[in-house]
């Protein structure tokens, strides 16, 4: 029986569940060298971390002057992604056993993400996470992007849990933010090591100030456990 009894686990997916950051930083260097912006760089990137694809290629528009439509925009850069991702994307090992070590519990699990639905199923199935993380809800499909807590709450309700007795795991402040927003308990692994001080991470109940490097999956569910009995 789960030492976990109630509580369901909803997942970031990019730059938490998988080191994805790098590709997105990629298509989206591409995709503004076609349209004339072409000093576009990793620093530039950093910002737009935890926020979703369609609101970032929105704030591209606005930044650097662009006049193609913001669905043109998002299905090139979606376009450029999963060229990436089809042969590149790779799940934290941590992170993987993590996911196994809760559904072997049977724990609840979703994926609430900024990315389209299509880059979702595309790095899930490439990681074969997929085996374990079928509840999947992305920006696009709620009316705002993180750090409203639209993606979390609509992960729970698909879920049928109880946001109180939801847990988010997140690498960013928009998504720490949206996780406190939504009533929810949230373990930060800050992906931006300093962003660890934003203001939004102070709110997680379990902050990773390492990132990935200091998350396990043993420490995630012996806090959970922890949380479990305290409630």
């Not at 699990?109 to 085996?131: C, K, Q, W």
């Not at 750090?147 to 879920?159: C, G, I, M, Y």
């Not at 990935?212 to 569910?221: G, K, L, V």
Request: proline share 5%; hydrophobic share 45%.
């Amino acid at each position: 029986m789960s030492t976990l009894n109630g509580i369901s686990v909803i997942f970031d997916l990019d730059g938490t569940l998988v080191d994805s950051e790098p590709n997105y930083y990629e298509a989206g260097r591409r995709t503004l060298a076609e349209y004339g912006v072409p000093d576009f760089t990793w620093a530039d990137h950093e910002a737009y971390v935890g926020i979703s694809t369609r609101e970032t290629v929105a704030d591209w528009r606005r930044r650097y002057g662009l006049r193609a439509p913001v669905e043109e925009l998002l299905a090139v850069k979606n376009r450029h992604y999963l060229d990436l991702a089809r042969t590149s994307a790779r799940a934290y090992p941590e992170m993987r056993s993590f996911v196994e070590l809760l559904a072997g519990e049977g724990v609840p699990m979703a994926v609430a993400s900024g990315s389209s639905p299509e880059a979702i199923d595309t790095i899930l199935a490439r990681t074969g996470l997929d085996a374990h993380l079928r509840t999947v809800v992305s920006a696009d499909e709620v009316a705002e992007g993180k750090p409203a807590p639209d993606v979390f709450l609509e992960a729970a309700r698909r879920l049928g849990a109880d946001p109180a007795r939801c847990v988010v795991l997140e690498d960013a402040a928009p998504g720490a933010a949206a996780a406190h927003a939504a009533g929810m308990r949230c373990i930060a692994i800050p992906y931006v090591a300093e962003q660890a001080d934003a203001p939004e991470f102070a709110t997680a109940g379990l902050l990773l100030r390492g990132g990935q490097e200091e998350f396990t999956a043993r420490r995630a569910h012996d806090w959970l456990v922890r949380e479990t009995r305290a409630a």
